[in-house]
Antibody, heavy 112, light 111 residues
Framework: QVQLVQSGAEVKKPGSSVKVSCKASGGTFSSYAINWVRQAPGQGLEWMGGIIPMFGTANYAQRFQGRVTITADESTSTAYMELSSLRSEDTAVYYC?????WGQGTQVTVSS | NFMLTQPHSVSESPGKTVTISCTGSGGSIASNYVQWYQQRPGSAPTTVIYEGNQRPSGVPDRFSGSIDSSSNSASLTISGLKTEDEADYYCQSYDDNALQVFGGGTKLTVL
């Protein structure tokens, strides 16, 4: 059974960046896509982008193009999502998901 | 742009059957697999249906998924409703560029 464990909550200033990690255990890391999904308070799920570690190239939702970078480190079975130029509207819970499994979520709060 | 539209909310009584729809626009819903996710308040989503009608291990067979090409929609059906089924449900599929698309979510109330 695959487990995805994400890094802890973050509080960031507007204009800064945040980098969230997602460590996978169990199963084969390299050949499955890892996706990042966010959920603003009281809102639905929103796909941000994803990566297949063995290929190394990420795909991004158009609205996040230029602001999000998704990477994967096969040596540690860890995926990362970095979001830059943060604004208050980026306050959300950020999830990683792989195959049928989801991480526990990481709360990111953007506040001055 | 490919979009998925779900009803905002549905409600049904315990023991009954409920169906949640997910209607595609801007493309054919039958072109790609549809997944369904359950999200209870304060918790991460979990997968209840993948590849249209497959259940992950541990998901009871009260949950089933289907596709109707004629209405360009997917459906999640939950039979023998239990109070523990009360949650938000999201459908998800892919656009022509293989990018993920989510429906807006449906709040299921079991009363």
């Amino acid at each position: 059974q695959v487990q995805l464990v994400q890094s802890g909550a973050e509080v960031k200033k507007p204009g800064s960046s945040v980098k969230v990690s997602c460590k996978a255990s169990g199963g084969t890391f390299s050949s499955y896509a890892i996706n990042w999904v966010r959920q603003a308070p009281g809102q639905g799920l929103e796909w941000m982008g994803g990566i297949i570690p063995m290929f190394g190239t990420a795909n991004y939702a158009q609205r996040f193009q230029g602001r999000v970078t998704i990477t994967a480190d096969e040596s540690t079975s860890t995926a990362y999502m970095e979001l830059s130029s943060l604004r208050s509207e980026d306050t959300a819970v950020y999830y990683c998901a792989r195959d049928l499994n989801w991480g526990q979520g990481t709360q990111v709060t953007v506040s001055s | 742009n490919f979009m998925l539209t779900q009803p905002h909310s549905v409600s049904e009584s315990p023991g009954k059957t409920v169906t949640i729809s997910c209607t595609g626009s801007g493309g054919s819903i039958a072109s790609n697999y549809v997944q369904w996710y359950q999200q209870r308040p304060g918790s991460a989503p979990t997968t209840v249906i993948y590849e249209g009608n497959q259940r992950p291990s541990g998901v009871p067979d009260r949950f089933s998924g289907s596709i109707d090409s004629s209405s360009n929609s997917a459906s999640l059906t939950i039979s023998g409703l239990k109070t523990e089924d009360e949650a938000d449900y999201y459908c998800q599929s892919y656009d022509d560029n293989a990018l993920q698309v989510f429906g807006g979510g449906t709040k299921l109330t079991v009363l």
